[in-house]
């Protein structure tokens, strides 16, 4: 199994809109060239298969395009966003990263070589024999140093290759996130909307999903329990959105109940 699924989507449904990023819209076209591009980048900084690579972003369309590059170059990939700012040297050194994609709020790339070390443990080394993709995700590290899971990332993108309804969703959840990410792979596999955004408020969430008429909001009761304080979902209509899902904590029987009043 391997990524090719989702370049098919990307080539099949060229004109179809993929993502929409600061109100922007591309399509599966431009996401696809854009994928292309990223994988000439890799090249030329001579980054090859097994090599441990971070990306430092959010989902922006280039951010989304490096991913996708260094999966289908079965390098081993570590996602960070600006809120790791704080521990990023730690979290470098933990994942043993030996070089490192930057994505600013503009979409412009940067790069740099961080470490020249082959960084060959156990989890790594088992990766690199089945010849895949890896995914290294962190804990918060709010009880003390942060700890890496490292996933085989083929196994995370394999249930993907299943069809399911094609829907435009809001990816809430982080850059750096498991949940995040499976919101992305869902909706690009089957050829849904990506809508992007790095102002989670519950303001612009309800703004959002009025103005691009989002159907699916991947959340957490954390948020869910801000809008329902915030009371911001007076001010916008949200008659598109269909499904809410959430996870990372507990919700409260008496949250749910208020959702479904609103």
Known sequence: MNIDFIFDVMTENKKKEALIWKDESFSYELLNQFT???LKLLELNQIVKEMTVAIKGDFSP???ALMLALIKKSCIIVPITNIANKN???LLKIAQVHYIYEVDED???TSKSVSQNPGDNDYYKTIRERGHAGLVLFTSGTSGEPK????????????FKTKRKNLRALNFLLFDHLGGLNTMFHILSN????????IRSPDNVCK???QHKIELLPTSPTFLNLLLLSRSYLDHNLDSLKIISYGTEPLRESTLKRLKEV
Do not use: R
């Not at 890496?148 to 394999?158: I, K, M, N, P, R």
């Not at 050829?191 to 790095?198: E, F």
């Open 191 to 198: 050829s849904g909307v990506v809508i992007a955004t790095n």
């Open 148 to 159: 890496a899971t490292v996933h085989d990332f083929f196994a995370v993108l394999q249930k």
């Open 62 to 64: 280039y951010s989304i």
């Open 36 to 38: 292309n591009k990223c």
């Open 208 to 210: 959002l999903i009025n």
């Open 107 to 109: 979409d412009n790339i």
């Open 88 to 90: 990023e040297e730690e």
